[in-house]
């Protein structure tokens, strides 16, 4: 197995950081739709937010996907990274 090129690493890279950027954004989406149904909030928008993140989800896990095997699990691993840093910055509880 040969070693990986500097542009194999900075893609791993930039997919590991995009990754990241997504978790962020599906967690923080998980805990608003999760305030929406604790506080009594819109039926719709939590349904939005619902379909947006699983769709922002899935469609970029599905291009890196087509990148590789590696850029796809450097993205998975960026989304797994990005959790408990979202679960921490939103732990209080929800009214």
Request: no cysteine; glycine share 12%; aromatic share 10%.
């Amino acid at each position: 197995m040969s070693a990986l090129s500097w542009g194999t690493a900075l893609s791993l890279a930039a997919h590991l950081a995009a990754g990241i950027g997504l978790g962020v954004a599906y967690f923080s989406a998980v805990w608003w739709t999760t305030r929406l149904f604790a506080t009594g909030g819109s039926a719709w928008t939590a349904i939005a937010l619902i379909a947006g993140r699983l769709i922002l989800l899935g469609g970029l896990l599905t291009l890196a996907s087509i990148e590789g095997a590696l850029p796809l699990l450097a993205m998975a691993l960026g989304v797994l990274i990005a959790r408990p840093f979202v679960m921490w910055r939103h732990r209080e509880a929800a009214p």
